[in-house]
């Protein structure tokens, strides 16, 4: 977006904080982590079995 000159009222570390706040309130089933997101699909956890990740 930066490079479009598209400028943010918000600055980047505002949106870091924010996200951060969110993050640590949210259940780990709902986050993109080996415990949910596409990891917990049956697609993803064949490749975690291929790949020898213990889970």
Do not use: P
Not at 21 to 29: E, F, R
Not at 36 to 47: F, H, S
């Amino acid at each position: 977006m930066a490079l479009s000159g598209i400028e943010s009222i918000v600055s980047a570390s505002e949106v870091v904080r924010a996200m951060e706040g969110i993050g640590n309130n949210m259940s780990k089933i709902y986050k993109e982590t080996a415990m949910g997101g596409l990891a917990m699909t049956i697609t993803g956890r064949d490749v975690t079995k291929r790949r020898g990740f213990g889970c």
